[in-house]
Nanobody
């Protein structure tokens, strides 16, 4: 079992910044992917940013150039630096971890952390 603990959410004014953290713990065998999804009221959960075990990153078009995902592999932690925040970034942000092992792909989710951007 793997647990994901998220932190760093909060209330910020438009144009401000936040840094989210997600620390994985538990029975970790391997990590192929860690990333951040978000879900706003009435909307589908969407991938915001992700980073693979090879270090490749990908971002949603809506956040490209504003958000940066990084990782600390030694700590099994991923970060999301969010700059130039917009009201439309308001959502619950969920950490995601994918572990591809021989027994199959295992997917884990964090509890979610609220990000609210005021206008």
């Amino acid at each position: 079992q793997v647990q994901l603990v998220e932190s760093g959410g909060g209330l910020v004014q438009a144009g401000g910044s936040l840094r989210l953290s997600c620390a994985a713990s538990g029975s970790i065998v391997s990590i192929n992917f860690m990333g951040w999804y978000r879900q706003a009221p009435g909307k589908q959960r969407e991938l915001v940013a992700g980073i693979s075990s090879a270090g490749r990153t990908n971002y949603a078009d809506s956040v490209k150039g504003r958000f940066t995902i990084t990782r600390d592999s030694a700590k099994n932690t991923v970060y999301l630096q969010m700059n130039s925040l917009k009201p439309e970034d308001t959502a619950v942000y969920y950490c995601n971890l994918v572990s591809d092992v021989y027994a199959g792909t295992k997917i884990y989710w964090g509890q979610g952390t609220q990000v609210t951007v005021s206008s």
